[in-house]
């Protein structure tokens, strides 16, 4: 058994196998994506190429106001103020004209455009609240009754008021006549006072004249008086320059003890501060000092521990013995049915109030309808009135020329308007006769002045022998001839 052949039993051998975990997936082919298809396209609309009717609505209210106003502006113009002429000379008006110019033209760098003025609407709209219709249907409620009562009392046969009516209306008509004709009397009259009080002022104008000349008159004889007077000051002004020159040379000594007064004064101020600088030095220690403190007892504070978690069972009561006592929970709960009711109720309330609201919206309905047969009416009847009116203003106006007092009052004006043309046309000649005469005599003073400085300096020259005589007499008569005038005299050699 030992020395016999062995035979040896066969193993199986693991085979390596490679992963297949690295090999690639095929790539999956993708999904074509869908093209999206736009939507057609809308037209543009045609409001984009027409202006917006708005601006046609604004334009025309524009043009409207424009023509209002410049209808106002003519009769403003037409008929201006009563009592007086509020027109401006010529002259006035160039001058204002001028300075508006100049003002316009500083302003010109710094131009901001000017927002328009809010269109003004004559008839302004009422805004139609329940309000204003409930008050507008009382009011025509209550005129209906006072109707009805005065129909009921003329069927009981009462007195119809329509003569004292007419009687009443007559008399206020020539209460009116009578307002009217006063009125226009006292234009007249006011006309009338600035007439005169026009006059008097052309007549003062007159007396100041006078006046001013016999102010310059003295004027210039003070500015003589005051021209010596400034000579003796100057005098006595280099008088005193003198004593005051004298008096300079003895303030050396004086300086100099100044001078050591004020080292004394510097000596006790640096003692004094920094005395007040060593207590102001104690002072920031000691604070400094204290606050170190407060900040380590701040630290010290800080450092004790502090329970922040606190358990709370919700489920429990607070354990005061309170019959009222309850858990949060079940308070919670309470809250919960509460705000349940309160919602329901609030549910019904709103039903109720829009079932009222709808109610009353149709009793406006109809209430309006009432109110605009009331307005047609009363238009109607505001036309006849307008018509009764423009007949008496008439009528009032005629009356009024009628009158002997308008007329004797403008006869007046026209006297005194036409006296005071006739004293303003004199006193135009006047001043344009003295502005020649005054222009004639500056020009004399100017001639005469110049022949006098001329004369000086030719005699200044011949004294210095700078020209001979021959020559100082050509230049003379040169002079002469260029001003017009003949010479009155030859120079001396």
């Given at each position: 058994?030992i ?8 193993f ?12 690639p ?31 046609e ?9 424009r ?25 006035t ?11 316009d ?14 269109m ?39 007195r119809d008021?329509?003569?004292f009516?007419e ?7 020539r ?16 006309k ?7 006059l ?9 004249k ?12 003070l ?9 003796q ?12 020159s004298?008096?300079?040379?003895n ?50 504070m ?6 922040r978690q606190?358990?709370v ?27 349940e ?54 009528l009032?106006?005629?009356?009024i ?17 036409t ?7 004199a ?19 100017k ?25 100082a007499?050509?230049m ?8 017009g005038t003949?010479?009155a ?5």
């Amino acid at each position: 058994m030992i020395n016999g052949p062995n035979f040896v039993k066969g193993f199986r051998v693991t085979k390596v196998k490679e992963f297949s975990l690295t090999k690639p997936k095929p790539r999956t082919i993708p999904v074509p994506q869908k093209i999206p298809t736009q939507k057609p396209h809308q037209p543009v609309p045609e409001s984009t190429y027409r202006s917006p009717k708005e601006q046609e609505v604004l334009q025309g209210k524009k043009l409207t106001n424009r023509q209002k106003a410049e209808e106002l502006l003519i009769e403003a113009n037409m008929e201006q103020f009563k009592c007086a002429n509020p027109e401006k000379s010529e002259k006035t008006k160039r001058v204002l004209s001028e300075i508006m110019r100049e003002e316009d033209n500083k302003m010109a760098f710094n131009k901001v455009k000017v927002q328009h003025a809010p269109m003004k609407v004559d008839n302004v709209p009422v805004r139609l609240n329940a309000a204003a219709i409930l008050r507008e249907r009382a009011l025509y409620q209550r005129q209906v009754e006072e109707e009805l009562s005065r129909i009921e009392k003329l069927v009981d046969g009462a007195r119809d008021p329509s003569e004292f009516l007419e009687w009443q209306r007559q008399m206020h008509a020539r209460d009116l006549e009578k307002q009217l004709a006063d009125i226009e009397c006292r234009r007249l009259e006011g006309k009338l006072s600035r007439e005169e009080a026009l006059l008097a002022r052309q007549n003062l104008i007159q007396e100041n004249k006078k006046k001013a000349l016999i102010k310059k008159e003295e004027t210039e004889k003070l500015m003589r008086v005051y021209a010596e007077k400034r000579l003796q000051e100057e005098k006595e002004m280099r008088d005193l320059v003198e004593q005051v020159s004298e008096g300079h040379k003895n303030t050396k000594q004086a300086r100099m003890k100044l001078q050591k007064y004020k080292q004394q004064i510097v000596q006790e101020v640096a003692e004094e501060s920094r005395e007040l600088l060593r207590q102001a030095l104690e002072e920031a220690q000691e604070e400094l000092r204290k606050k170190f403190e407060l900040i380590r007892e701040i630290r010290a504070m800080e450092s004790v521990p502090f329970i922040r978690q606190t358990l709370v069972d919700l489920t429990q009561t607070a354990g005061h013995g309170l019959n009222c006592e309850m858990s949060i929970v079940e308070l919670r709960e309470r809250l919960a049915l509460l705000k349940e009711a309160e919602r329901k109720a609030e549910e019904e309330k709103r039903d109720q109030i829009l079932e009222e609201k709808q109610l009353k919206q149709q009793h406006l309905l109809d209430t309006l309808e009432q109110i605009s047969l009331h307005r047609a009416a009363q238009a109607k009847a505001a036309v006849l009135r307008l018509e009764e009116k423009k007949s008496k203003s008439q009528l009032g106006k005629a009356a009024i020329a009628n009158n002997d007092r308008v007329t004797e009052l403008q006869r007046k004006l026209e006297e005194k308007m036409t006296e005071r043309k006739r004293q303003a046309e004199a006193l135009k000649l006047n001043a344009q006769r003295s502005t020649s005469k005054s222009c004639k005599n500056s020009y004399e003073e100017k001639h005469w002045k110049e022949l006098e400085e001329s004369r000086e300096r030719q005699a200044q020259l011949l004294q210095y022998g700078v020209v001979s005589g021959e020559t100082a007499n050509r230049m003379a008569a040169y002079q002469a001839a260029r001003n017009g005038t003949s010479q009155a005299y030859v120079m001396p050699s």
